[in-house]
């Protein structure tokens, strides 16, 4: 198993930043794909990011295209979404997760195998 624990959200003002990581633990080596999730409330579960575990392609949804990157620290076992030019519809539960397979263009929650329990962004008007 995989196990996942996002940090780094917290309150912030419209057009500010924010930096989540996200550290793995456990059977990293099976890790292929590392992606983030938002859920607002009222709403499902929505694709933001992937970044290929090793080789570090990325992707990302179009509502966020532009203003998050995403990175990783293979040595930390640990992934980054950074944040910039933040909205108020960017509110939600940001989640990690990881999958053994490849992720080409957006995913979907079924693509993968672990979770994290997530982490709150706020972003006020």
């Known amino acids: 198993q995989v196990q996942l624990v996002e940090s780094g959200g917290g309150l912030v003002q419209a057009g500010g930043s924010l930096r989540l990581s996200c550290a793995a633990s456990?059977?990293?080596?099976?890790?292929?794909?590392m992606g983030w999730f938002r859920q607002a409330p009222g709403k499902e579960r929505e694709f933001v990011a992937a970044?290929?575990?090793?080789?570090?392609?990325?992707n990302f949804a179009d509502s966020v295209k532009g203003r998050f990157t995403a990175s990783r620290d293979n040595a930390k076992n640990t992934v980054y979404l950074q944040m910039n030019s933040l909205k108020p519809e960017d509110t939600a539960v940001y989640y990690c997760?990881?999958?053994?397979?490849?992720?080409?263009?957006?995913?979907?929650?079924?693509?993968?195998?672990?979770w994290g329990k997530g982490t709150l962004v706020t972003v006020s008007s």
């Open positions: 970044i290929a575990w090793r080789g570090g392609i990325t």
């Open positions: 456990g059977r990293t080596f099976n890790i292929y794909t």
């Open positions: 997760a990881s999958s053994a397979r490849p992720i080409y263009g957006l995913g979907d929650v079924d693509d993968m195998d672990y």
